[in-house]
T-cell receptor, first 117, second 109 residues
Framework: DAGVIQSPRHEVTEMGQEVTLRCKPISGHNSLFWYRQTMMRGLELLIYFNNNVPIDDSGMPEDRFSAKMPNASFSTLKIQPSEPRDSAVYFC???????????????FGPGTRLTVL | DAKTTQPPSMDCAEGRAANLPCNHSTISGNEYVYWYRQIHSQGPQYIIHGLKNNETNEMASLIITEDRKSSTLILPHATLRDTAVYYCIVKNYGQNFVFGPGTRLSVLP
């Protein structure tokens, strides 16, 4: 079975450019999560979706960040405009159930390493 | 407001059991103990979780004390590929995962 798929695996861009990260969750999973990992702040939850609906975006750092989930098999995280401090590894994860159910375990993708020059 | 405390680093000899401790003295009755690990440059990987009883799967065993204030993740025969950062997370169903700094386990040849 394919796990969570993320693309691109590496992205290098210049400050001010738009960046779009993509995620395909595990088929049949109902929840999707976007995380960011840096040396300074560790692994942080940015936003999560249940059944394609954004539930909690309190972790999104600022308006430059936006996330969408147009269908059950695809999500994007967009940064516009990008800044050097956005450099990090961005992970997508999915879980089988909606919140409060037994199937709460999250399965992570390989991540996208973003470098903003 | 970290819910868990883990040692920052540990070493283990290859082939020996790795015992990773976690303190969670403020755990509530409905909160589960989860363990994840992150091998360098990869995404976090689910290992195991439990509520009260000890749990075992193909990767590891989880031993939870009777008062549930601490737990130990056991890798029975550590290999070099088990070198990773191990995260102990306490959460209720429906709560978000909060990853702390974890324990950096080095398996030595």
């Amino acid at each position: 079975d394919a796990g969570v798929i993320q693309s691109p695996r590496h992205e290098v861009t210049e400050m001010g450019q738009e960046v779009t990260l993509r995620c395909k969750p595990i088929s049949g999973h109902n929840s999707l999560f976007w995380y960011r990992q840096t040396m300074m702040r560790g692994l942080e939850l940015l936003i999560y979706f249940n059944n394609n609906v954004p539930i909690d975006d309190s972790g999104m750092p600022e308006d430059r960040f936006s996330a969408k989930m147009p269908n059950a098999s695809f999500s994007t995280l967009k940064i516009q405009p990008s800044e050097p401090r956005d450099s990090a590894v961005y992970f997508c994860a999915s879980s089988p159930g909606t919140s409060g159910r037994v199937e709460d375990t999250q399965y992570f993708g390989p991540g996208t390493r973003l470098t903003v020059l | 407001d970290a819910k868990t405390t883990q040692p920052p680093s540990m070493d283990c000899a290859e082939g020996r059991a790795a015992n990773l401790p976690c303190n969670h003295s403020t755990i509530s009755g409905n909160e589960y103990v989860y363990w994840y690990r992150q091998i360098h440059s990869q995404g976090p990987q689910y290992i195991i979780h439990g509520l009260k009883n000890n749990e075992t799967n193909e990767m590891a065993s989880l031993i939870i004390t009777e008062d549930r204030k601490s737990s130990t993740l056991i890798l029975p025969h550590a290999t070099l590929r088990d070198t990773a950062v191990y995260y102990c997370i306490v959460k209720n169903y429906g709560q978000n995962f909060v990853f702390g700094p974890g324990t950096r386990l080095s398996v030595l040849p």
